[in-house]
């Protein structure tokens, strides 16, 4: 099969369109051939357990999933009764980006709180934290958190806790959504482990496709009480590979070594060097009219262009509108952005906005 497009191409649209890392991509060869038992039941899924339990802890469990949607809907269907409610952000990626998935297929409500930087706080989860025992409300029944958030913002490892300990005091039960759970850690300069199992959280969704897997995300159970009868949610809601092997070799290629955290911190830095070029140019008059709405911790950049500006720009890269009505945009950086990418995306903004 001849290549389809061009291998120089780069754009800011998402980190999804990254290709797969190399290392990545030898761990599914090296996964390949011979036999191995279907459905998890193969020694790649039971490396993948040791690997996990180095970061999470002796007691948690991973299973392995397609995408990060199956992730959180599998995890949160799994912590929740029928009646079941989850509090999360309003631009919780469960809320906004799933096309509705955790409300129809997993079953439960979700009760959105209205945060200008995509964080909850105990007294935000406790807007929506009432009406236990009203046969009327939806139960809540979990908080879900986001790290990093989808504005690109971060929870400390003590926000975190506070928020965990609050939950767990209203009978609660801590979800993380951590599709970007690597790019967070490598921006706070944490563990894993710290940021999750110490801080008091019980289930979370770990993240491969975003940090240059090819389709690999897990679910991690670090509180065994927290997550009923995930086996068979997984299963019936079509999130178990009949070849896991591929799936778990992935996530062992990221993260038994630090290939995970390289890859992070080189994505931070990239989106950190293209915000310090775009504000360079702001000061020396190069660039005009570009406004960033807010701070830059991991491997995204929000900003509000000059009318016009966004589609001169798209002629050449691709990135997303955030909030069109505003000409707020998101420029997300990935494993594979090269110095090179961010200087010719810098010029471009800085002829488009002044040309």
């Given at each position: 099969m001849?290549?389809?497009?061009?291998?120089?191409?780069?754009?800011?649209?998402?980190d999804?369109?990254?290709?797969?890392?190399?290392?990545?991509?030898?761990?599914?060869?090296?996964?390949?051939?011979?036999?191995?038992?279907?459905?998890?039941?193969?020694?790649?899924?039971?490396?993948?357990?040791?690997?996990?339990?180095?970061?999470?802890?002796?007691?948690?469990?991973?299973?392995?999933?397609?995408?990060?949607?199956?992730?959180?809907?599998?995890?949160?269907?799994?912590?929740?009764?029928?009646?079941?409610?989850?509090?999360?952000?309003?631009?919780?990626?469960?809320?906004?980006?799933?096309?509705?998935?955790?409300?129809?297929?997993?079953?439960?409500?979700?009760?959105?709180?209205?945060?200008?930087?995509?964080?909850?706080?105990?007294?935000?989860?406790?807007?929506?934290?009432?009406?236990?025992?009203?046969?009327?409300?939806a139960?809540?029944?979990?908080?879900?958190?986001?790290?990093?958030?989808?504005?690109?913002?971060?929870?400390?490892?003590?926000?975190?806790?506070?928020?965990?300990d609050?939950?767990?005091?209203?009978?609660?039960?801590?979800?993380?959504?951590?599709?970007?759970?690597?790019?967070?850690?490598?921006?706070?300069g944490?563990?894993?482990?710290?940021?999750?199992?110490?801080?008091?959280?019980?289930?979370?969704?770990?993240?491969?496709?975003?940090?240059?897997?090819?389709?690999?995300?897990?679910?991690?159970?670090?509180?065994?009480?927290?997550?009923?009868?995930?086996?068979?949610?997984?299963?019936?809601?079509?999130?178990?590979?009949?070849?896991?092997?591929?799936?778990?070799?992935?996530?062992?290629?990221l993260?038994?070594?630090?290939?995970?955290?390289?890859?992070?911190?080189?994505a931070?830095?990239?989106?950190?060097?293209?915000?310090?070029?775009?504000?360079?140019?702001?000061?020396?008059?190069?660039?005009?009219?570009?406004?960033?709405?807010?701070?830059?911790?991991?491997?995204?950049?929000?900003?509000?262009?000059?009318?016009?500006?966004?589609?001169?720009?798209?002629?050449?890269?691709?990135?997303?509108?955030?909030?069109?009505?505003?000409?707020?945009?998101?420029?997300?950086?990935?494993?594979?952005?090269?110095?090179?990418?961010?200087?010719?995306?810098?010029?471009?903004?800085?002829?488009?906005?002044?040309?």
């Amino acid at each position: 099969m001849k290549t389809e497009h061009d291998l120089n191409e780069r754009g800011f649209a998402s980190d999804n369109y990254a290709g797969v890392h190399p290392d990545v991509m030898a761990a599914l060869v090296a996964a390949n051939g011979g036999h191995q038992v279907a459905y998890g039941a193969d020694v790649y899924t039971a490396r993948l357990q040791e690997v996990m339990a180095r970061h999470f802890g002796d007691d948690v469990e991973a299973f392995p999933v397609f995408n990060g949607t199956g992730a959180n809907v599998v995890g949160l269907q799994a912590m929740l009764p029928r009646w079941g409610a989850v509090i999360a952000a309003t631009t919780a990626h469960i809320n906004v980006d799933e096309g509705g998935a955790p409300e129809r297929v997993g079953g439960f409500k979700i009760l959105n709180v209205v945060t200008p930087d995509g964080k909850l706080t105990p007294e935000l989860v406790d807007t929506e934290a009432w009406g236990f025992g009203d046969e009327h409300r939806a139960q809540p029944g979990v908080v879900s958190i986001t790290q990093s958030t989808e504005l690109g913002t971060l929870y400390t490892v003590k926000e975190i806790k506070a928020l965990a300990d609050h939950a767990h005091s209203l009978g609660l039960k801590l979800h993380l959504d951590g599709s970007r759970l690597s790019n967070a850690a490598a921006a706070l300069g944490v563990s894993l482990r710290e940021m999750t199992t110490d801080a008091g959280v019980d289930v979370l969704s770990l993240g491969g496709t975003k940090n240059g897997a090819m389709l690999a995300e897990a679910v991690v159970v670090i509180n065994p009480e927290a997550a009923e009868g995930l086996p068979y949610v997984r299963k019936y809601t079509m999130q178990l590979s009949s070849k896991m092997r591929f799936v778990a070799a992935q996530l062992i290629a990221l993260y038994e070594g630090e290939l995970w955290l390289e890859n992070a911190r080189h994505a931070n830095a990239m989106a950190r060097r293209l915000r310090d070029g775009v504000e360079a140019g702001l000061a020396d008059g190069s660039i005009k009219g570009v406004e960033f709405t807010q701070d830059t911790y991991v491997n995204g950049n929000f900003a509000v262009l000059p009318e016009g500006v966004a589609d001169v720009l798209r002629e050449k890269f691709r990135f997303y509108d955030w909030d069109a009505a505003r000409r707020e945009v998101r420029w997300m950086c990935s494993f594979d952005t090269s110095e090179t990418d961010v200087g010719a995306f810098v010029a471009a903004i800085a002829e488009a906005t002044t040309g």
